[in-house]
């Protein structure tokens, strides 16, 4: 039997306009709309292309969307001072700087000078750390708390299941693991030295992918039923694919995310609903 789509389009729409009434009712009461900042460091495509989205969800919210742009050649100083006037600016909520950042300037600069209160992305140290420690008064990173939404939203119990995460990035699979964990998964994170990689994904009920390889999941590599996230992003040729062959999973998987129109639209979902919640907490001071 085919797998069970999870179909993140579609729910991103269900989620946004339940995040456009939230955001209407703040406005209402608070005299100003939840808002965002967004730094971007120089010129390029995929980011321009990402931010273009971010401000389409952030409009149609009625959420306030501030584009900052840097020349490429900006020094250190001009991004610190930025992040610090964003960081003491009462409408600013939430604040997301797009990596990468061009080489003279280290991502430390980031993740040091930004108010933990505003990382709605979860990429200071404190929320990575209070994310481990399992609190809930931090935001996790967008892209896997927006993975996540997925599955409680499908109704997909984590408890007592093997997960098995592919990727143990910072921003994607490490959070992701640990908010497994979280759910009472009994997780193992592969990565580019796991021995047997296909014997470890096999044991998966929930198998998870971030690896940034084209259709590397391929069928054999899935326990029949199982449910797999794939968080991949490929551009081959003129579209995108997934780290999962999908069409192979389809006759395999339980659930699955296809690429595109799974995770992707999600993570805009987790920065509005990241952004509605810093606003909440940064009104009552
Ligand atoms: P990284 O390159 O930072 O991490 C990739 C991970 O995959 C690493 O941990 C690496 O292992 C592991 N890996 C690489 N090759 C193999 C292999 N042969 N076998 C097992 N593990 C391997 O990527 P990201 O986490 O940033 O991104 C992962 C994917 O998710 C990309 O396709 C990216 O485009 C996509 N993405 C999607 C987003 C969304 O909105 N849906 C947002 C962000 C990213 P090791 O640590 O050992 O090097």
């Not at 729910?11 to 730094?39: D, R």
């Not at 998966?204 to 326990?223: E, Y």
């Not at 395999?252 to 919640?277: D, K, Q, R, S, W």
Request: charged share 20%; aromatic share 4%.
């Amino acid at each position: 039997m085919a797998a069970e789509i999870l179909d993140g389009r579609a729910l991103s729409k269900t989620i946004a306009g339940e995040v456009a009434e939230q955001a209407a009712a703040f406005k209402e009461a608070h005299g100003w709309a939840p808002g965002i900042a967004v730094v971007q460091v120089g010129e390029d495509p995929a980011s321009e292309w990402y931010v273009r989205q971010i401000k389409r969800s952030f409009d149609r919210a009625g959420m306030v969307f501030a584009p900052h742009t840097l020349p490429a050649d900006a020094q250190a100083d001009t991004l610190v001072g930025l992040l610090n006037e964003l960081n003491h600016d009462d409408r600013t909520n939430g604040i997301i700087v797009q990596m990468p950042l061009p080489d003279h300037l280290p991502q430390e600069l980031v993740t040091d000078n930004l108010a933990p209160a505003k990382d709605v992305d979860g990429i200071h140290p404190i929320s990575a750390g209070r994310l481990m420690q399992g609190a809930t008064d931090y935001f996790a990173p967008a892209t896997p708390a927006g993975g996540m939404e997925m599955l409680k939203r499908y109704g997909i119990e984590l408890k007592g299941k093997r997960a098995v995460m592919v990727g143990r990035s910072n921003i994607v699979g490490r959070p992701m693991a640990m908010l497994m964990l979280h759910q009472h998964a009994t997780v193992t994170i592969c990565h580019s030295r796991t021995i047997d990689l296909g014997a470890r994904c096999r044991e998966a009920d929930i198998l998870v992918a971030a690896i940034g390889r084209a259709k590397m999941i391929t069928g054999d590599m899935i326990k029949p039923g199982a449910v797999v996230i794939d968080f991949g992003v490929n551009v081959v040729g003129d579209g995108i694919v997934g780290d999962v062959d999908t069409e192979a999973a389809m006759e395999v998987a339980g659930y699955l995310t296809p690429v595109p129109g799974g995770t992707g639209p999600m993570t805009n979902i987790m920065l509005m609903l990241n952004t509605l919640e810093a606003a909440r907490r940064q009104a009552k001071g």
